[in-house]
């Protein structure tokens, strides 16, 4: 989000990672989902193996139960993709707005 429509303020990128409850649910039952995969016949003929990392920020949760998942997920979660974001539009008068009505950038 920009904060200003000044150059020279950065910007306070918010990526709202697991902000809704159920988002945390849907990326543990995918981890649940992906182990069971490693777990098939077909993926045990491959030598499937759980790289079996540990992150500190998560000893005090029990290995493997979905608070530790929680947390490890929280932890390493990152985009690949680069920010983008919008910028308001309005009066030159407004001092949270960045361009016009015609997307010239105020100076």
């Not at 490693?38 to 493997?64: P, V, W």
């Amino acid at each position: 989000m920009l904060l200003a429509n000044d150059i020279n303020v950065k910007p306070d990128i918010v990526s709202n990672y697991f902000d809704n409850p159920d988002d945390i649910k849907t990326m543990i039952a995918g981890i649940r989902t992906a182990l069971s995969i490693g777990r098939t016949k077909a993926m045990q003929a491959f030598d499937s193996k759980l790289s079996n990392i540990t992150y500190t920020e998560c000893n005090d949760y029990e290995y493997d139960s979905d608070a530790y998942w929680k947390c490890a997920s929280r932890i390493m979660t990152s985009s690949l993709f680069h920010y983008s974001g919008t910028c308001k539009m309005g009066a030159k008068e407004d001092p949270t707005a960045v361009v016009n009505p015609k997307l010239k950038i105020f100076i």
